[in-house]
């Protein structure tokens, strides 16, 4: 059995791998996905706790943001094609309407 | 037991190399099967962790509805590759690599305290009642956290209206 640390720092390397995505990419689409992988991250360190101090509070939590992760998926998209329609681009650089 | 190990090791390192391939793809395309790729890797080390049901949820909403969405609008919008034409502010994409290196130290320091802990046993009635499956899982479900429950269905439904309203044409 592999130790409580390995899945946490497998846990913390998929979640710094997803941080830099959103920082390095240009892409609406690909920010996403990399905010998904953040996401998964979380829930690894949710379920390896859950399984190592045997309770299933954290199993549940990871079911519900599994949940979360869905609408915002919908509604990350709908609005990610929105932006599409207005500006024919989905670079993040571009979309800075609300820039000072 | 040691056949777990090594199984959290190989899916560990796969669930890492196309997590390093989301980012290195250009096609946003390939990033999200890349991205399939870690969501079944993870599921594969959710099964070391005696968490079954979570492992087929994983693959059944995450590689399976989630993504297919996503692949859904790339095929929809027809995304052209990641490759601006107008790059602004280019020096503060670099300062990715540092900020990444703080956040990795950061969280290995707080790992390094953590005290040892061993999986518990396997309750000596068999493994049908453990945590992690779907009897336990149902079980608290429906009874301790039936609010966050319902709460989370109510903005499965507002997601869904929303989503609805953001994508219409705004001409008819």
């Known amino acids: 059995m592999a130790p409580l640390t390995w899945y946490l720092g497998l846990s913390a390397l998929l979640f710094t791998i997803g941080a830099v995505g959103v920082f390095i990419k240009r892409n609406a689409i690909t920010i996403f996905l990399c905010i998904e992988l953040m996401l998964n991250a979380v829930n ?13 509070g954290g199993q549940l939590f990871v079911f519900i943001v599994m949940t979360v992760a869905a609408a915002e998926a919908a509604v990350g998209l709908a609005i ?16 800075d309407n609300l820039k000072l | 037991m040691r056949g777990e190990t090594i ?14 391939n989301v980012l290195v793809q250009r096609n946003p395309l390939y990033s999200a099967l890349s991205l399939i790729g870690t969501l079944a890797s993870l599921s594969a080390v959710y099964m070391t962790l005696r968490a079954q049901f979570i492992a087929a949820v994983q693959i059944v909403v995450y590689a399976g509805a989630i993504m297919v969405l996503f692949v ?3 095929m929809l919008l027809n995304v052209p590759k990641d490759q601006p034409q107008v790059e602004k502010q280019k020096g503060l994409r ?10 990795i130290a950061e969280t290995f320091t707080v790992l390094q305290r953590l005290p040892a802990r061993s999986m518990p046993p396997l309750p000596a009635s068999g493994g049908d ?8 899982i149902g079980t ?33």
């Not at chain 1, 690894?44 to 299933?56: E, K, M």
């Not at chain 2, 199984?7 to 390093?20: C, I, R």
């Not at chain 2, 009642?129 to 336990?136: C, E, I, R, Y």
């Open chain 2, 94 to 103: 670099y300062l990715a690599i540092p900020f990444a290196g703080l956040l």
């Open chain 2, 72 to 74: 859904f609008v790339i």
């Open chain 2, 140 to 172: 608290a479900l429906f009874t301790d956290y039936l609010l966050p429950f319902e709460v989370t269905s109510v903005l499965i439904l507002m997601a869904v209206v929303g989503a609805m309203v953001l994508a219409r044409r705004e001409n008819d």
């Open chain 2, 129 to 136: 009642q453990a945590v992690g499956t779907t009897w336990s």
């Open chain 1, 44 to 56: 690894l360190a949710l379920v390896s706790l859950s399984s190592f101090f045997g309770d299933i």
């Open chain 1, 80 to 95: 990610i094609i929105s932006i599409y329609r207005n500006r024919e681009s989905l670079n993040v650089d571009e979309v």
């Open chain 2, 7 to 20: 199984l959290f090791v190989v899916f560990a390192v796969l669930a890492l190399v196309t997590a390093l």
